[in-house]
């Protein structure tokens, strides 16, 4: 069978995908809630790797392990073993051990802190061996799963980093899956620098002859001329201002203020040239002013690409429309960043529709992620395919 | 070593002991028994969806431990029912349970209604308002079970606090049980005091135990079956297993105290059906307490002995200071 009558058949096999895996329904949400139900904030993810270990095991897969940073790991062998194919998800989440990580189960939804980011995509994982059993599907490339740890954050893909450079299974393709939103569709990564920016000011100031009131207002006129730096539309670049932090009171000039943000750009260079402006901008502040202000670069990406029209990503938008779900092209910040930097091709997978993103009410819907658990195996099973041809 | 401490020994359980499920499964297939999980509701929509997703994956469809999930409903206004229904369990309205009794309105109603719908050899009751809902809140109380014969009336118990300073911790049930069972039970039936949280509403029990006892509807239904049980089975015929943490909505003092008034009326109750009430046994100068190290568990006693002093108008020394007659007796 040729490849493109191989895709038709499988396309038309989808609807039927989608009722078996309803079949699954109470078997998947009970994992979203008991790895949602797991605290796993950014290097403390023990846990829920050890929940995903378990999990692994009495789905009876092979190589089982947790590494040094922290990694889970399985094996499911291929009916020739020939390939590998990674499948990822980042099994940390934003939020620390303190907060109540309880989930509410509701008829349409699931709602709780990181169910969507990335709890969902934790059990595309856990429970992807029973979903291709179920539905009799068999891959001929072995799939590696592979619950990824500190990946957001100050964790900058450790993680998956580690894996790529000490794997001892050479993969060709990577599928990464992320809990929302269905349709995503990933096959770029951004180039960017994630930074954060110090400003003290000395507890004996002399604000009179500085007309300085404080760290907050050191770090406004810092803000100021970030933003009156020119990013082009294409190719597409920007300054994402994520978050300040200073100040206790109404009327006590704070002594610290912490900026955090990220420059993005789809054009190699364009980030250093971004970063580099930012840093003089700094150093003109410090001489105007007399503060003290550092600046720290938290994580870096390469920008990198598959393309539009490569096999995977044409694939990909192949099922979507079949599922009658409208891809959203979009670049990617993340594990993607890693992948492409070693020449793997790889996508990210959105797998269904949610609300309140990295908000305690954060919330899943549960009829559309049967699409979303469909659109993975098709797309696996592509992939799979595909590797014949290449 | 007392009866106490040889059954705290060998009748208290953690569920990490039956950590396999497929052994579990495997024995209650070559028993041939039938495993019905009850979760009686009224008004519980935040938790009940969780709850049925959590036992049916598990201990049904991954490992089937149980065969029929039924919520038992009280005529809950908000989606308890549907919810529930969605996600494949069985629900009932209880006043359309065995019409012909009528219905009254109350947990206890539910939990004796379940009786006469529900199919299997061992009921597992279970409250719907378990935030932390997970398979270990059902397996812990049927493993018993299934694994000693003469094992009858198994109730949970959650301890393990997150975090203890020393090596020893005081360890119990909640304001009611320690500020009115277990007196009561100190008083009149020391044994019953080896039950850590005696008013848990999570206990599992075989149905021969079940058809034979009679059932308040409200709030004394727990401290009642224990009574009865006791009376009928002796210790032994109990177990209970440690749940960990069990994480629900905090009662006020005021609800409290309706529930020690229901439980007070259904303790006097049984001690009337056991023809007791004007010949009480002698009361214990001994309460008992608990003390916990690690997973082990052991009675702390204390004698109370609740002296008494005659009125002051009957001391001698007293009248003759104030100048007062002795009192007419």
């Given at each position: 069978m040729s490849n493109d009558e191989y895709e038709k058949a499988l396309l038309a096999k989808l609807p039927e995908y989608r009722e078996k895996l309803l079949s699954l329904r109470e078997r998947i949400l009970a994992d979203v809630v008991m790895v949602g139900e797991i605290p796993s904030p950014t290097f403390e993810e023990e846990k829920v790797v050890q929940f995903i270990c378990n999990r692994f095991t009495e789905e009876?897969?092979?190589q089982i392990s947790i590494d040094e940073v922290t990694n889970a790991t399985?094996?499911?062998?291929?009916?020739?073993?020939?390939?590998?194919?990674?499948?990822?998800?980042?099994?940390?989440?934003?939020?620390?051990?303190?907060?109540?990580?309880?989930?509410?189960?509701?008829?349409?939804?699931?709602?709780?802190?990181?169910?969507a980011d990335n709890a969902l995509g934790v059990t595309a994982l856990t429970t992807l061996p029973t979903l291709l059993k179920v539905l009799g599907v068999e891959l001929k490339s072995n799939l590696i799963l592979l619950g990824a740890s500190r990946s957001m954050g100050r964790g900058d893909l450790e993680g998956l980093r580690?894996?790529?450079?000490?794997?001892?299974?050479?993969?060709?393709?990577?599928?990464?899956?992320?809990?929302?939103?269905?349709?995503?569709?990933?096959?770029?990564?951004?180039?960017?620098?994630?930074?954060?920016?110090?400003?003290?000011?000395?507890?004996?100031?002399d604000w009179e002859s500085w007309s300085l009131t404080g760290a907050i207002t050191a770090l406004t006129q810092i803000v100021q001329r970030i933003l009156a730096i020119e990013t082009p539309q294409v190719p597409k670049t920007s300054i994402i201002l994520g978050s300040i932090n200073s100040g206790t009171s109404f009327n006590l000039p704070p002594t610290q203020a912490t900026l955090r943000f990220e420059v993005r750009s789809e054009e190699p260079g364009m980030v250093t040239r971004i970063r580099e402006q930012i840093e003089e901008i700094l150093e003109q502040n410090i001489a105007e002013n007399g503060i003290h202000a550092t600046m720290e670069i938290l994580a870096r990406r390469r920008p990198g690409s598959i393309g539009f029209s490569h096999p995977y990503v044409r694939s990909a938008r192949e099922i979507l429309k079949a599922l009658d779900i409208k891809p959203q092209v979009a670049p990617s910040t993340s594990e993607l960043s890693v992948l492409l930097d070693k020449d793997i091709p790889s996508l990210t997978l959105g797998l269904t529709e949610g609300d309140n993103k990295h908000k305690l009410d954060e919330a899943i819907r549960i009829k559309p992620m049967f699409s979303g658990l469909a659109q993975l195996i098709a797309t696996l099973q592509c992939i799979d395919n595909q590797f014949e041809d290449e | 070593m007392s009866n106490i401490e040889k059954w705290l020994e060998s009748n208290t359980f953690h569920h990490g002991e039956f950590w396999d499920l497929l052994e579990l499964v495997k024995m209650k297939e070559k028993k041939d028994l039938k495993i019905s999980l009850c979760i009686p509701t009224l008004n519980e929509e935040k938790t009940i969806g969780k709850e049925i997703v959590i036992f049916k994956s598990e201990l049904m469809d991954r490992y089937?431990?149980?065969?029929?999930?039924?919520?038992?409903?009280?005529?809950?206004?908000?989606?308890?029912?549907?919810?529930?229904?969605?996600?494949?369990?069985?629900?009932?309205?209880?006043?359309?349970?065995?019409?012909?009794?009528?219905?009254?309105?109350?947990k206890g109603e539910n939990l004796w209604k379940a009786i006469y719908q529900l199919e299997g050899d061992i009921i597992c009751y279970v409250d719907a308002d378990i935030k932390n809902i997970h398979p270990r809140f059902a397996t812990g109380l049927i493993a018993p079970l299934i694994q000693r014969d003469q094992m009858q009336y198994v109730k949970a118990f959650y301890d393990r606090p997150l975090a203890f300073s020393q090596g020893v911790r005081p360890s119990g049930g909640g304001r009611v049980t320690e500020i009115l069972v277990r007196p009561l039970f100190s008083l009149f039936f020391p044994e019953l005091t080896s039950l850590i949280q005696p008013l848990s509403g999570e206990y599992a029990v075989r149905r021969e135990v079940l058809e034979s006892i009679p059932f308040?509807?409200?709030?004394?239904?727990?401290?009642?079956?224990?009574?009865?049980?006791?009376?009928?089975?002796?210790?032994?015929?109990?177990?209970?297993?440690?749940?960990?943490?069990?994480?629900?909505?905090?009662?006020?003092?005021?609800?409290?105290?309706?529930?020690?008034?229901?439980?007070?009326?259904?303790?006097?109750n049984r001690m009337e059906a056991y023809d007791l009430v004007d010949k009480l046994p002698e009361m214990s100068n001994i309460f008992r307490q608990f003390q916990a190290e690690g997973n082990r568990y052991e009675q702390v006693l204390k004698e109370i002995i609740e002296e008494e002093r005659p009125p002051m108008i009957e001391i001698a020394e007293y009248r003759e200071k104030f100048g007062l007659k002795k009192p007419k007796k």
């Open positions: 009876g897969l092979d399985g094996l499911l062998p291929g009916t020739e073993g020939k390939h590998n194919i990674l499948v990822a998800a980042h099994t940390d989440r934003i939020w620390q051990n303190g907060i109540d990580h309880t989930v509410t189960v509701t008829s349409e939804s699931l709602i709780g802190p990181g169910i580690f894996f790529t450079e000490n794997a001892k299974l050479p993969f060709g393709a990577a599928v990464c899956v992320e809990g929302i939103q269905l349709g995503r569709l990933s096959y770029s990564s951004l180039g960017m620098n994630r930074c954060e920016i110090q400003v003290i000011t000395p507890e004996k100031h | 089937p431990l149980i065969d029929e999930i039924a919520v038992i409903d009280s005529g809950s206004t908000d989606k308890t029912r549907e919810t529930a229904a969605a996600f494949g369990a069985d629900v009932y309205l209880s006043s359309e349970i065995l019409p012909s009794e009528g219905f009254k309105r109350g308040p509807i409200g709030y004394g239904v727990e401290t009642s079956h224990i009574i009865d049980v006791y009376m009928k089975y002796g210790l032994d015929a109990f177990g209970q297993t440690d749940l960990d943490q069990r994480v629900h909505r905090n009662q006020s003092t005021l609800d409290l105290g309706k529930m020690a008034f229901g439980i007070l009326q259904s303790f006097l």
